[in-house]
């Protein structure tokens, strides 16, 4: 895995969790649920080409297809 990707990961969540931590303390509940939801929607599409990557390197391996 590419350290890029664990980089970008990790700024995704440090932003994630100091804009939880400001809507929790304004009282903003359910703003706090669709950013953690975005938050999980956007790291799902920074992982998709590398669990692309993986299945086709199983499906080599096993030589299915």
Do not use: C, Y
Request: charged share 15%.
């Amino acid at each position: 895995m590419e350290i890029e990707l664990l980089f970008k990961i990790a700024a995704v969540g440090i932003i994630v969790a100091i804009l939880n931590l400001i809507l929790k303390k304004t009282d903003h509940d359910e703003q706090v649920v669709m950013l953690n939801v975005a938050g999980l929607v956007i790291v799902l599409m920074m992982l998709i080409p590398s669990i692309q990557t993986l299945f086709e390197t199983i499906r080599d391996v096993f030589g299915l297809w």
